[in-house]
Structure formats: C-alpha cells, structure tokens
C-alpha cells in the first residue's frame, strides 16, 4: 500500500487529516511551491484503505494504490439448468 500526494495540487485545505476514521494523516511543516502546509501520512501501517481523504481532497491530490488482496475461491455450487426458451418456427407463421 502506498500513499502519494500530489504536493503542487495540494492547498493544504486539511480535509484528508479530518475525515480519516484512523488519523494516518498530520499536518507537517513542509510547504509546496504555493506557501501551503502539506499533510503528512505518519501513521500509514494504521491505514485500512478507505479511501476517505482521497474521496474527500477537492484537489485530487490524493493518491492510494491498494494493497491487492488475493481472491478467495468459491465453493463450487450446482447451478440449476436454465429455462430452454421456444423459438417460433418459420412454419407455424
């Protein structure tokens, strides 16, 4: 899992820090060319990959590449047979 944030998009608004349910984000002193303070994402072991502060970044300058998660198979269920569906002949018209 990785977090990236687009720090010239950034206005340092805080949306990301406030709706995160876990509080991954802090705002840090580091500025972007624009004078803005950038969050910083100093708890991202503690990230459950919501999505909130990417949803909620009205700059998308927010950027969550999720973990993959491997698929769990299925049991195997009978399938009932479909419905055979009547064709009109072209005699019968």
Do not use: H
């Not at 995160?20 to 503690?46: A, T, W």
């Not at 990230?47 to 909130?52: P, T």
């Amino acid at each position: 899992m990785a977090i990236t944030i687009i720090k010239d998009f950034c206005k340092g608004c805080g949306f990301c820090i406030v709706s995160c349910p876990k509080k991954v984000y802090e705002l840090s002193d580091e500025m972007n060319v624009k004078g803005y303070r950038l969050p910083n994402p100093v708890r991202i072991e503690d990230c459950i990959e919501c999505g909130l502060c990417e949803l909620y970044c009205p700059d998308f300058a927010i950027i969550i590449e999720k973990t993959k998660k491997k698929k769990e198979t299925k049991t195997e269920t009978k399938s009932q047979p479909r419905a055979k569906t009547r064709t009109k002949s072209k005699e019968g018209r």
